[in-house]
């Protein structure tokens, strides 16, 4: 097509890489955002930083139950760099918690909201003592899908508002359910500043200004308590 410069934001980070190889061998510059690719063919990469991201929903989580008790987290995509480093981080802040038990945290979602709403079910079923309690005490959530997927699955099984559920992104029906206190709280980024930056860099790179390799756009924790700042709204 004769392009002269690419914004790609990679579902997979493998199965781009020879895309990009390409691209970068016919002079043709790639600036990655939101999800990272394994290569070094790219330009730059502009995102939010995913393992700090999902590290802060961790220690929301341990927060809001006290540094005690068990907790699961439903994965979202293999092969999805942005959520893994987001999965990382959680479980990195859940390890240096000695209070906090991960019963499940092997389970994956899928790239769609119905996929994380069946795998929610099935994670939740086994955890479902005989009088109907769940017998966990807090989620964690990577991505809007699996977010959205829980949410469904707790409010349908008469769960929500009763475990304490961290999840990551946002959607009209999130912040609804963030108010109502069916979620304590959203990890969020801004995926606005990652499409303008992409642009930005690809077009400062085409007309030989130096770009950096790796920037970052930003990770936000709301909560009920904060979520009707400007700011928060804006991202919301």
Known sequence: R???GIVLAPLDDIALRGPVANAAGSGIPVVIIDSDLKSDDYTSFAATDNYL????????LIRLLNGKGRVIMLR???GSASTTNREQGWLDAMAAAPGMTVVSSNQYGGATVETAYRASENILAPLTDASGNLTIDGIFTPNESTTFGMLRALQDGGHAGRVRFVGFDSSIKLVEALRNKQLNALVLQNPFAMGYVGVKTVVAHLRGEKVEKRIDTGVTLVTPANMDQPEIQELL
């Open 2 to 4: 004769g392009v002269t």
């Open 53 to 60: 991201g999902g590290k802060l929903g961790g220690q929301e």
């Open 76 to 78: 979202c995509l293999e």
